[in-house]
């Protein structure tokens, strides 16, 4: 069982960056393939960048270009860098581990 935490969303301005970041436990860590994902309100789960164990990044088309996903083995935290944030960024975003141990998630509101 892999234990999953994210932290770093909040009220933000469009325009601005935020750092969103996720702990795992229960699990060695360098060992876990990594995602993020993102719920709209009303709307289903969508895949915004994963990183496997060997540091190889993907990104869902939609997400290139301001979104970075980051894995630090050495403090056991994934990171979602989200620059030039937009109102339609609103969204819960979740950490997933193994394809298959989701964090409970962390609230990204974008404001004008």
């Known amino acids: 069982q892999v234990q999953v935490l994210e932290s770093g969303g909040g009220l933000v301005q469009a325009g601005g960056s935020l750092r969103l970041s996720c702990t795992a436990s229960?699990?060695?860590?360098?060992?876990?393939?990594l995602a993020w994902y993102r719920q709209v309100s009303g709307e289903g789960h969508e895949l915004v960048a994963a990183?496997?164990?060997?540091?190889?990044?993907t990104y869902a088309d939609t997400f290139k270009g301001r979104f970075t996903i980051i894995r630090d083995n050495a403090k056991n935290t994934l990171y979602l860098q989200i620059n030039t944030l937009k109102l339609e960024d609103t969204a819960v975003y979740y950490c997933?581990?193994?394809?298959?141990?989701w964090g409970q998630g962390t609230q990204v509101t974008v404001s004008s």
């Open positions: 997933v581990a193994n394809h298959r141990f």
């Open positions: 229960g699990s060695a860590f360098r060992f876990l393939s």
């Open positions: 990183i496997s164990v060997d540091g190889i990044t």
